[in-house]
């Protein structure tokens, strides 16, 4: 079997964005033992994972490279706690205000996507953006987000930060690793 590379395309939060989030994770993590959302730097996902054969790493970061993005740098707004909470693997996270240039952004980003790499389907969930900045997934137990989740809806939490780049991330087996990243429109 050809070995495969694992990708994702994400927004990258800001350097104390992230610290703030991360302490978010860290005692969600103390708390309700779930530490898998800091195995990856905070981020909004635009194109979930996906594979190619590691022959292919060049023509994806290409790709990447010369992707065409309209879109011009934007504000997100950051408001409070979300879930979803799914019997088997709840999430926590961080809500985005809705922000039309964001969704411009992904659908953008998809559509290309899906014309360069018709063998990588597109996953339905993708195509029903939802944005988020996850703060507990995967290994929180249900008891666990029952508990967690009473606390977190009525948490508050604000921030905000300007979108100017978005970022190419490639997995190595153990965590998530920032590889590129490129400019918005009107930006070097």
Request: proline fraction near 6%; hydrophobic fraction near 40%.
């Amino acid at each position: 079997m050809e070995i495969q590379n694992l990708y994702f395309i994400a927004i990258i939060p800001p350097e104390d964005v992230c610290d703030e989030i991360i302490t978010i994770q860290r005692y969600l993590a103390d708390r309700f033992q779930t530490r898998k959302s800091l195995k990856v730097v905070p981020h909004i996902t635009l194109k979930a994972p996906f594979a190619c054969l590691a022959t292919e790493h060049q023509n994806v970061v290409d790709w990447f490279d010369r992707l065409h993005l309209s879109v011009k740098p934007f504000s997100v707004e950051l408001n409070d706690f979300g879930s979803f909470p799914n019997s088997k693997q709840p999430v926590i996270y961080i809500k985005p205000e809705e922000n039309q240039s964001l969704t411009e952004l992904q659908k953008s980003l998809l559509s290309q996507f899906q014309t360069i790499f018709p063998e990588n389907e597109v996953k339905k969930l993708e195509l029903i953006f939802r944005p988020h900045l996850t703060v507990a997934y995967r290994d929180l137990k249900p008891e666990f987000f029952r508990v967690a989740w009473k606390e977190f809806s009525v948490r508050k939490y604000g921030a905000s930060f300007d979108v100017g780049h978005i970022h190419l991330l490639l997995h190595d087996q153990v965590k998530w690793n920032l590889i590129r990243s490129l400019a918005l429109n009107g930006l070097a």
